[in-house]
């Protein structure tokens, strides 16, 4: 980047240069700085910081390169990186974190007429969507293009704009369709009507709340008298985490250790060696707990081991306040535990690691507590391949009204309105093992399955574990009833066993293990 028209720039331009590419392969590891033991995010953040001020340090000198304009963009984006992993390395979340430094780009960029910051600023944005896809290749290929871009083709955007300006000046203004503008007031008061419930109720709990319970139907959905063996092993698991036991928060410590020892011994009873996995809050003024946290790790090691990583099926046990649980996340636990026992017998293609983690939910979500990071660190200092993570997110409320099911708005044109399927939601890197996994469903089971596949990551698809795992690079898919999107009592007192459908939940439980089995 020190050469300009042929030539190497001076020592202090090739110094700036070298400056600017090692930032940018700090961009480019991302994920993998945000995944390192903590000192490498600050480190690198204080590093971004210096560097910010190296070059608004230069930015009133005038070189063959690296002049002003460029000197002061080297100096916007290294300082917003330096910032944003200071405050990742305090412990702050990388979602918040992510719409923070998006507005702090779009104001540099409004604060400047000049179409280098544009390309800045879009390139903050892209970054942050890319990032969240775990592709790695990706991410960097885009940081080297936008670098380009912004480098080298501000000038050239700035000289189309002004040339586009003075042609618009000297020409004759045309007179605008009326009816044209009626046709386009007409479409946007359609689109404005057509998004406006969903976008309500996504933003309005109390609202959805409201709409989904009127739909709610009749419970309990089966006499626990007339389920099936399987539908009453894992009412039995329900019932105890979400009923005998109860709300298992961080500010619920005996709770939680409660729900650990039954986790720990219905593994054992099926046969599995477990192995609990203690960690500390680095944020304990979250909750005010002393008290360690705890992961469980069961293995089922196949004779010989497919060579390509192992599968993990996880699912978090912890609650959030004051909710006994039962769909968020007791079902989900249950079918980890009942999918542990079949596969027991069975003869699986390759390792499957189960994994009940804690601190989920807040006040870990999102930060570095979360139980899924800290296993999924583990996994990385240890050096274990990873096949693929299937997430369990609440798998047991379903609902076959019509309407009982919501989406955002235009995905609700290619998914149904009635809350009787769950859904296997992937990102851009997860996308092949979304649909091997979705092929082999359907070879194993009818149980009606919907793929969602969204290139970035909306907070919607963003709710569980598999987000630590999609941020350091591994494939990982979400297994879930959808949440709020269908559950009217997401996160409320009334999430109890008796909403819930286990002979539905007894047929997931079958597919997930022909999956497990077969892939």
């Known amino acids: ?204 709990p109390p609202a959805r709340h409201k709409a989904l319970l009127a739909l709610a139907p009749s419970f309990p959905i089966q006499p626990p008298e007339t389920l099936s063996p399987q539908g009453a092993r894992l009412r039995a698991h329900v019932v105890e985490l979400a009923d005998k036991i109860g709300e298992r928060s961080a500010y619920q410590p005996d709770e939680q250790d409660q729900a650990r020892d039954y986790i720990v011994a219905q593994l054992r009873a099926d046969g599995y060696e477990t192995k609990i996995m203690e960690y500390a809050a680095q944020r304990k003024s979250a909750s005010g707990r002393t008290r360690p946290y705890y992961n469980i790790e069961a293995r089922l090691l196949p004779a010989n081991p497919a060579p390509d990583g192992a599968w993990v099926l996880g699912a978090h046990y912890d609650t959030a306040p004051g909710t006994p649980g039962a769909d968020d996340n007791a079902s989900a636990v249950a079918v980890m535990l009942e999918a542990a026992r079949l596969l027991r017998s069975q003869a699986p293609a390759r390792e499957i690691r189960f994994v009940a983690y804690s601190t989920e939910e807040p006040p870990s979500f999102t930060t570095r507590d979360m139980g899924s990071f800290r296993y999924m660190r583990y996994l990385k200092e240890s050096g274990v391949k990873v096949y693929g993570l299937l997430n369990l997110e609440m798998l047991g409320y379903f609902n076959a009204k019509p309407k009982s099911q919501l989406f955002p708005p235009f995905m609700s044109l290619i998914h149904p309105d009635r809350g009787d399927f769950v859904s296997l939601t992937s990102n851009l890197g997860s996308y092949g093992l979304l649909k091997s996994v979705e092929k082999t469903w359907r070879q194993g089971s009818a149980f009606p399955l919907e793929t969602v596949f969204l290139p970035a990551v909306p907070s919607a698809l963003f709710i569980s574990d598999h987000l630590n795992f999609w941020f350091s690079g591994e494939r990982a898919l979400m297994l879930t009833d959808t949440a709020y999107f269908r559950n009217p009592f997401y996160h409320q007192y009334g999430d109890t066993p008796d909403k819930l459908d286990y002979e539905r939940m007894a047929a997931v439980t079958g597919a997930v293990t022909f999956v497990l089995k077969t892939q």
């Not at 460029?70 to 100096?75: Q, V």
């Not at 040339?163 to 369709?177: C, L, M, T, V």
């Not at 009326?178 to 309005?204: D, E, G, H, K, S």
Request: aromatic share 14%.
């Open 1 to 204: 980047m020190g050469i300009y028209n042929g030539r190497l720039g001076s020592g202090a331009e090739g110094a700036l240069s070298l400056l600017a590419l090692a930032n940018f392969a700090g961009a480019a590891a991302h994920s993998g700085l945000l995944y390192g033991p903590p000192w490498y995010a600050l480190a690198a953040g204080w590093a971004g910081l210096f560097s910010g001020l190296v070059f608004w340090a230069g930015s009133r000198r005038s070189g063959a390169f690296w002049d002003p304009l460029r000197l002061r963009l080297g100096a916007m984006a290294c300082g917003l990186w330096g910032l944003y992993l200071l405050f990742f390395s305090l412990g702050y979340s990388y979602w918040l974190l992510d719409i923070i430094f998006s507005i702090l780009a779009l104001l540099l960029w409004l604060g400047r007429g000049r179409a280098v910051f544009f390309i800045s600023a879009l390139g903050i944005f892209a970054v942050i969507g890319i990032r969240h896809t775990g592709n790695g290749f990706v991410m960097a290929l885009l940081n080297l293009l936008l670098l380009a871009l912004a480098l080298w083709g501000g000038d050239f955007a700035e000289e189309r704009l002004a040339r586009k300006a003075a042609a618009a000046a000297g020409a004759p203004r045309r007179r605008k369709s009326p009816a044209l503008a009626w046709a386009t007031a007409a479409l946007f008061v359609l689109l404005a009507i057509y998004v406006a419930r969903p976008v309500y109720l996504m933003v309005n």
